[in-house]
């Protein structure tokens, strides 16, 4: 009877064991969701007044990306402000220039003269 008693208490205090830790790691998911999106709005509002435009800003476990048209002259700006936020481990940039490229030559634009 000893033996039932204390294999009981054993598989009660295993399950409770196991609960707690899965309810803490579903905690630590959620606290990385709202770290990240804290950081989300901390890098927004690092990069504010360093773009003319807005830059969409996504974060995933510290890793920042940046999409959106920058200036030539604003670009290294934005991303060192980006990097500059506490929390931010990497910037991804996928930043586009407005500056237009300029007058291709005819071998540039594919148009083959033949002079």
């Given at each position: 009877m000893r033996i039932l008693t204390f294999l009981a208490l054993a598989a009660l205090a295993a399950g409770i064991y196991h609960y707690r830790s899965r309810l803490q790691s579903g905690?630590?998911?959620?606290?990385?969701?709202?770290?990240?999106?804290?950081?989300?709005?901390?890098?927004?509002?690092?990069?504010?007044?360093?773009?003319?435009?807005?830059?969409?800003v996504h974060v995933s476990n510290g890793i920042v990306s940046l999409?959106?048209?920058?200036?030539?002259?604003?670009r290294d700006l934005v991303?060192?402000?980006?990097?500059?936020?506490?929390?931010?481990?990497?910037?991804?940039?996928?930043?586009?220039?407005?500056?237009?490229v300029g007058e291709l030559g005819t071998m540039q634009s594919g148009i083959a003269t033949g002079i």
């Amino acid at each position: 009877m000893r033996i039932l008693t204390f294999l009981a208490l054993a598989a009660l205090a295993a399950g409770i064991y196991h609960y707690r830790s899965r309810l803490q790691s579903g905690r630590r998911a959620l606290d990385q969701q709202a770290s990240d999106e804290l950081l989300e709005e901390r890098v927004r509002a690092g990069i504010a007044a360093a773009a003319s435009w807005p830059v969409e800003v996504h974060v995933s476990n510290g890793i920042v990306s940046l999409r959106g048209i920058v200036r030539n002259s604003e670009r290294d700006l934005v991303l060192a402000c980006a990097l500059a936020v506490p929390g931010v481990s990497q910037v991804t940039n996928y930043l586009e220039s407005e500056e237009p490229v300029g007058e291709l030559g005819t071998m540039q634009s594919g148009i083959a003269t033949g002079i």
